[in-house]
């Protein structure tokens, strides 16, 4: 069993983590754009946020700061797509890899401490709560926020025009959409999330380092795919709901792993965990399909 700061621990990087399954989600499911540049906005949000932090900047400004260099990174690729052409998987690649260099340059290091910053939590721990509660109330405050929004302008002539992009670019050309447009501002909206989710965690770990997008596409397609498998997506909000529950769900599932000391496993072993994980996350929704479909013709 967890304990009582390893729970909460789980669902307060589940919750941020759920903010890189909403921008996984626009990319991958509203878009249709296999978007790798995540890895390498996570760590700008948190580099960015840091060095800001360091020079005496508002957290809440310098994590908004975050999301606008999040925001830039993705209509880089979305424009090497859009402009020049190149497949969009290969255009994230690309900014990915460029990106590492960029995230040095921002810290000047390969990494940035925060322990002694203040940090958007700062002001929480005098509300009474226990230390390890205050990110999770905050982190859930912010999901919520990020989610209702996120729902209203999926819903909105803007986000609808996104969604016909994504499911049929050459009928919403024929309707007078500007599909190029559509893709340039879903993908920056997709990695301005991650780079909030990349502020975020830097402060909530207490350092910001440029290794730290390592296998974020992973642990995003993990929490979107495990998510939908517990909640059918039928509309928008469900959706996004699967992807903050899909979240917590895998990071509850790697801490029990780890935890559990019948099994053996190790902190290293967490990519395989996570292997693992996103396997039967993918097999089982199919498997249970062809079970109900398997009984209801044995009824019939």
Avoid at 66 to 86: D, E, H, Q, R, W
Avoid at 174 to 193: D, E, H, P, Y
Avoid at 265 to 290: F, K, M, W
Wanted: hydrophobic share 60%; with cysteine.
């Amino acid at each position: 069993m967890l304990s009582e700061i390893a729970l909460y621990g789980a669902i307060e990087t589940g919750l941020i983590y759920g903010l890189v399954a909403f921008g996984i989600y626009i990319s991958f499911r509203v878009l249709d754009f296999p978007d790798l540049t995540v890895d390498g906005s996570f760590p700008l949000g948190a580099a960015v946020a840091a060095i800001l932090i360091i020079d005496g900047v508002n957290p809440w400004l310098a994590t908004g700061a975050a999301i606008l260099a999040g925001m830039a990174a993705g209509a880089v690729t979305a424009l090497l797509n859009v402009k020049l052409k190149i497949l969009n998987l290969l255009a994230s690649i690309l900014t990915m890899i460029a990106l590492y260099s960029v995230n040095l340059r921002i810290m000047g290091r390969p990494n940035v401490a925060l322990l002694t910053e203040e940090t958007v939590l700062t002001p929480w721990y005098d509300v009474g709560l226990a230390f390890h509660q205050v990110p999770v109330v905050l982190f859930a405050i912010v999901a919520v926020v990020c989610l209702i929004l996120l729902w209203r302008f999926m819903k909105s002539e803007t986000g609808l025009a996104m969604r016909a992009t994504g499911a049929n670019a050459r009928m919403a050309r024929a309707q007078g959409i500007a599909t190029g447009a559509m893709v340039v501002l879903g993908v920056a909206l997709s990695n301005g999330l991650v780079g909030m989710a990349g502020a975020l965690f830097a402060q909530s770990q207490g350092a910001a380092d440029v290794t730290m997008g390592v296998g974020v596409i992973v642990i995003g397609l993990a929490s979107l795919i495990g998510g939908e498998a517990m909640i059918t997506p039928s509309t928008v909000f469900r959706a996004l709901l699967a992807c903050v529950v899909g979240a917590i769900l895998y990071r509850l599932a790697i801490a029990l792993a780890l935890n559990a000391n019948f099994m053996g496993l190790q902190a290293q072993d967490l990519n395989l965990i996570t292997a693992v994980l996103v396997t039967l996350a993918i097999v089982l929704p199919g498997v249970r399909s062809s079970v109900v479909s398997r009984l209801s013709r044995n009824k019939a």
